[in-house]
Every structure is written in C-alpha cells, then in structure tokens.
C-alpha cells in the first residue's frame, strides 16, 4: 500500500529507503503505542491524578533542560553525519559523535546545577514548593539528552530500526516491568517514587543507546588521510539550538502555564489527553525518520525532485493520519474512561489536541525540508511565531475554559504554524504544499 502512495517521483533507491524506513518504523511505533498506552493506564490507576500531574510537571522540565543541554547538536549530527559519510569524510563520524557526548556531560552539570540553585534561591510558583522532587529528576536531564542524541546519531547512520527500538519498545518495557515489580513488592506511589521511576528507567536506556552507537561507529574510527582542518559549526549550532528549543517549547508551553492557573489534577489528565492525540503525529515521525536523511543527501538536487519527494511523503503522512483522527473522534471518551471517570472531562480537550496533531501531516514536512538544506533561520522565525501565539492564546483561553482552553490554543496555533511555514518554504525554497496550489508559481 505505501508503495502504490509513494508514487514514481523519487528514484528507486530513495524509494526502497522510505517504504522501508517506514514500514520498520511503523511495526516499531505500532508496538511501542500499545506499550506506552498499557504502561501509563497501570502508573495512573497506580496513583492519584495529583501525584500524576506533579510526575508529569518535573519531567516537562526536565525535558525542557535536556534541550537546553544538548545546544543544537541532535539536528546537528543528523545534518552532519551523512554529507560525511557521502563526501569521502567518513573519518569525522566518531570524533563528532564523541565530541557531542562530551558535550553534553558537561553542560548537564551547568545546567543541572544552575536550575536547582536558582529554585533554592527565589521562591519560583510551582517549582520551589517541589525542589526536592526536581532533586531527584536533574539526573534524568543528562540521561534524556543522552538518549535523544544518540538515537540521532544511529538514526543519521541509517541504523532506522535500532535508532527507536530502545526508547519506543525497551523504555516502556522497562517502566511496566519496574511498575510491577513495586507492585509485587507492595509499594504504593506517590510523586517521588514517580520521579525515581521515571529517572532510573531513562538512565538505563540512554546507557543502551550510548553503547549501541559505539559499536555502529567503530568502522569509522579511521585516521584522516591527511590533517583535516578543525570545522566551524557554530552559527549552525545556535540555529539548530533555537529550533530544538522552541520545538520543545511548542509542546510544552501549555502544560508549563497550566499548573499556575488550575490544579496538579488537570495537568494529569491533559497529559493523558495529548498522549491520545499524538496518535494523530504518528503518520509525521513515520516519515522522519527516513526523511531528514533523504532531504540532507540532496541538498544540491533539482527543484523538481524535492517537490516530488515533499509531495509523495505528504500524501502519505495525510492518508495514514485520517484512520487514526477519526479512532479519537469515535472512541476517545471510552479510552479516557480506562484511566478512570474523571478523565472523561478531558474529550473536548483530545478533539482538539488531535485536530492540532493532524494538521502537520495534512501539511507535510516542510521544517524538515528547511533544517535539512540550510534554512534554518526560517524554521526558526516560524517556530518562534508559533510559540508566541501558543503562549499568548494560552494565557487567555485557560482562564476561561480550563484544559478544554489549553487545547483550544493549541489547535489555533498549530494552524497559525503550520500555514505560515507552507508559505515560508514556497517563498525560499520554491516547494510548493499541494493544499497552497492557489499561491501559483514561485519566483526563480
């Protein structure tokens, strides 16, 4: 079927690439959402929704530090990795790899130790009053980081299938297992074996995946033939870094306003509701995980054969999310009702969230295609816009509507987003979304 939707526009070789990136990705991510769904129904019919909600609100900063750590270098390594493995610089895969790991520690320990000291100073709403939870979850920041860094790492190898294995299969292996292993042991939950949980299953998977590309990199641990001049990365670094930041923020920036302006158990049960909505997500990570590298190979290829390859994964990603829209739409409260009746409040909310989601597949990869040949910069501006309406629809809707609001300003920015990028990219790159044929022909 993937195969009858891609079409003829791309070339036989990219072709076997994305079917089969996209089918082990799909076996993989088929597996882990089952995973992921069994392993958070048992954590939260485990606990109270509040106890929930404050897991939830650590971990949210603790993933917004881990990006702050990392400073560009996963967009980085994906970008990098294959022009030098393509142009003959195949001796620069390890040292890059290790470098970025190093990098990493260190800034963990910047970061770690400056957000603690900051909480322990200043009395901060919602994070003081919870410094001992924030304690115990800094370590997840450097495990985090370390995790996502090395999956791009394998995944700008081409190493698709062991690139997601460990987070989207081992991770909630491990946490069900943990999960009941305290069950066995009689233990109860509460926020900070939550806490604890969540940290020590992080760190045995970023431990995994570190090891993991050791091995893959070891046939590029190859001296340079010649002194090979140190390179410059560092404006490249800085957009990569904005990007990844406000990605992060573009997910986060409601569940970071909602704590002050509605309880612990609202943030638990609108973290359940947009875990239910990334379902609508799916059909886009599918496709980038094949894509970035595609997108990074022919930088210097014809107009055409981008906009071939940018239309066939957008159909692609529009028809496979439609399936899985209308799944939320029909039996989103029964699903919410697993975790228990309150958690039915948060329909509206999952409708919303999930009409968001489905927008960047209807839409297609256009970031992908900006990151990936040198565009960065409009990313970033768009990226930036998007965050800013987020926060500014946010801090107006929730007030008024509760989780339902928070949603609603998620659906209105994504919008905003994801139309302004369509046009961002015919404007710079001359790739034109079939959903903006009325703009007609950009200029050459």
Not at 120 to 133: A, I
Not at 204 to 232: D, I, S
Request: proline share 4%; charged share 15%.
């Amino acid at each position: 079927m993937i195969e009858r939707l891609i079409g003829n526009g791309a070339t036989e070789a990219d072709r076997r690439r994305i079917i089969r990136g996209t089918v082990h990705s799909f076996l993989i991510q088929g597996g882990s959402v089952a995973l992921v769904f069994a392993s958070n129904w048992w954590l939260v019919r485990s606990t109270d929704p509040a106890d929930y909600g404050l897991y939830v609100h650590v971990f949210n900063w603790v993933s917004l530090l881990s990006v702050a750590v990392m400073g560009g270098w996963d967009d980085m390594v994906l970008a990098q990795l294959p022009r030098y493995i393509r142009g003959d610089a195949a001796y620069r895969v390890r040292p890059m790899a290790g470098k970025a790991n190093r990098y990493i520690l260190g800034a963990s320990i910047i970061v770690g130790g400056s957000f603690l000291g900051a909480i322990t100073l200043f009395p901060l709403k919602t994070l003081s009053e919870h410094r001992l939870l924030f304690q115990i979850g800094m370590a997840a920041v450097f495990f985090s980081a370390c995790l996502s860094l090395n999956q791009m790492i394998l995944q700008a190898l081409n190493h698709i299938r062991l690139s997601q294995l460990v987070e989207k299969l081992v991770r909630p292996l491990l946490l069900i297992g943990v999960v009941g292993l305290f069950h066995w042991a009689g233990w109860g939950f509460d926020a900070r074996r939550l806490v604890v949980l969540g940290t020590v299953v992080t760190a045995c998977c970023a431990l995994f995946v570190l090891y993991l590309v050791g091995q893959k990199t070891k046939r590029y641990a190859v001296m340079a033939p010649v002194a090979a001049p140190p390179e410059k990365h560092s404006k490249k670094m800085m957009a990569f870094f904005g990007i990844s930041l406000l990605n992060l923020l573009s997910t986060k920036v409601t569940m970071f306003i909602l704590p002050g302006l509605t309880n612990e158990a609202d943030l638990g049960i609108f973290n359940i509701c947009y875990r239910f909505a990334d379902l609508l997500i799916f059909p886009f990570f599918l496709m980038h995980t094949v894509l970035p590298q595609l997108f990074a190979h022919h930088t210097e290829s014809e107009r055409g054969y981008t906009q071939s390859l940018y239309s066939e994964s957008n159909r692609l990603m529009a028809l496979l999310g439609l399936p899985l829209l209308a799944f939320n739409l029909f039996a989103g409260k029964w699903l919410l009702h697993l975790y228990g009746p309150g958690y039915v409040a948060g329909y509206t909310a999952l409708i919303y969230i999930s009409i968001a989601q489905f927008l960047f597949s209807l839409f297609g990869p256009a970031n992908t295609i900006l990151m990936m040949q040198d565009k960065q910069r409009y990313s970033a501006v768009c990226l930036l816009v998007y965050v800013l309406v987020l926060a500014a629809t946010s801090r107006w809707l929730i007030p008024l509507q509760g989780i339902t609001g928070g949603a609603l300003a998620i659906l209105i920015s994504s919008g905003v987003y994801n139309i302004l990028l369509t046009v961002v990219l015919w404007r710079s790159c001359g790739i034109r979304s079939p959903l903006i044929f009325f703009l007609g022909k950009p200029k050459e």
